[in-house]
T-cell receptor, first 114, second 112 residues
Framework: EPEVTQTPSHQVTQMGQEVILRCVPISNHLYFYWYRQILGQKVEFLVS????????KSEIFDDQFSVERPDGSNFTLKIRSTKLEDSAMYFC????????????FGSGTQLSVL | EDKVVQSPLSLVVHEGDTVTLNCSYEVTNFRSLLWYKQEKKAPTFLFML????IEKKSGRLSSILDKKELFSILNITATQTGDSAVYLC????????????FGQGTTLQVKP
């Protein structure tokens, strides 16, 4: 069964450093998302992306965050200057149709900011 | 503010028991409610519900939505140790962005 793949599975970085989290969505999907889950807390929406532009972003997704689909297969989340509170599991998801129906999630990247 | 609340937060049962997990929501312009199972990392899709009173079933799992009372339940019958996981409820508001609002999850532990 097709799946969303994310790399790396675990990233450790120093506060203030830039990180790029990578995702390969399912190949025929058109809608892409990033969510995050701080340890012990709810899964939170960050951003949705369609047709090479952001459809919606949450309050969390400030100027330090950006997303990109640099080619036909990858979807990336960049955090320009990481903060301690960015430490979380980041999930990429994709769906073939709009509006959140049956999102397929990747296994996540655990980001640890020291 | 849109919110999704799940109960109980955690549950310990023995194999063979039946469990009911609850999800209530307050969302502007509700469109769909989804259940996911999260075992180690990636949430995996279980059900999507859009209409009241129509039960969705998959093996020992079933779910139903009540749009008047704004809640859904997820039933698991004849539980097995492999059902141990966090069960997430999420609501999709109308609109065209694909955003889901998640509850805090119910942690289910099934003991042999």
């Amino acid at each position: 069964e097709p799946e969303v793949t994310q790399t790396p599975s675990h990233q450790v970085t120093q506060m203030g450093q830039e990180v790029i989290l990578r995702c390969v969505p399912i190949s025929n999907h058109l809608y892409f998302y990033w969510y995050r889950q701080i340890l012990g807390q709810k899964v939170e929406f960050l951003v949705s992306f369609y047709n090479n532009e952001i459809s919606e972003k949450s309050e969390i997704f400030d100027d330090q965050f950006s997303v990109e689909r640099p080619d036909g297969s990858n979807f990336t989340l960049k955090i320009r200057s990481t903060k301690l509170e960015d430490s979380a599991m980041y999930f990429c998801a994709s769906s073939p149709i709009l509006r959140g129906e049956k999102l397929f999630f990747g296994s996540g990247t655990q980001l640890s900011v020291l | 503010e849109d919110k999704v609340v799940q109960s109980p937060l955690s549950l310990v049962v023995h194999e063979g028991d039946t469990v009911t997990l609850n999800c209530s929501y307050e969302v502007t312009n509700f469109r769909s409610l989804l259940w996911y199972k999260q075992e180690k990392k990636a949430p995996t899709f279980l059900f999507m519900l859009t209409s009241s009173g129509i039960e969705k079933k998959s093996g020992r799992l079933s779910s139903i939505l009540d749009k008047k009372e704004l809640f859904s339940i997820l039933n698991i019958t004849a539980t097995q140790t492999g059902d141990s996981a966090v069960y997430l409820c999420a609501v999709g508001p109308s609109g065209n962005t694909g955003k889901l609002i998640f509850g805090q999850g119910t942690t289910l532990q099934v003991k042999p």
